[in-house]
């Protein structure tokens, strides 16, 4: 079991940064895919972005983005911590949603589309 709590969400301008962060429980964490979606009411969960597992690729972490972050947004993770984070730069009132962070170990093609374990949910605001 993996439990997951995200925090930093808030109000930002349009144009700013804000980096979220989730907090993960667990030995195996570097084991894990973890990734970021959000949601907004009326909407589907989107995808935002995933990391690879560690140890896997000797480049390092892999990452993955949705087309409407690309760029604009990057995740990282410190295994030390248990940690993994979604640095969101050039914010857009689009960008507005609860954002969720999410986890896997189960072997998967790249990128994985098949999540077990999710956070609660942080609110991001980004006002025009």
């Known amino acids: 079991q993996v439990q997951l709590v995200e925090s930093g969400g808030g109000l930002v301008q349009a144009g700013g940064s804000l980096r979220l962060s989730c907090a993960a429980s667990?030995?195996?964490?570097?084991?894990?895919?973890m990734a970021w979606f959000r949601h907004t009411p009326g909407n589907e969960r989107e995808f935002v972005g995933v990391i690879s597992r560690s140890g896997v690729s000797r480049s390092g972490d892999t990452t993955y983005y949705g087309d409407s972050v690309k760029g604009r947004f990057t995740i990282s993770r410190d295994n030390a911590k248990n940690m993994v984070y979604l640095q969101m730069n050039s914010l857009k009132p689009e960008d507005t949603a609860v954002y969720y962070c999410a986890a896997t170990a189960r072997v998967q093609p790249w990128p994985p589309t098949v999540w077990d374990y999710w956070g609660q949910g942080t609110q991001v605001t980004v006002s025009s």
């Open positions: 667990g030995r195996t964490f570097s084991s894990y895919f």
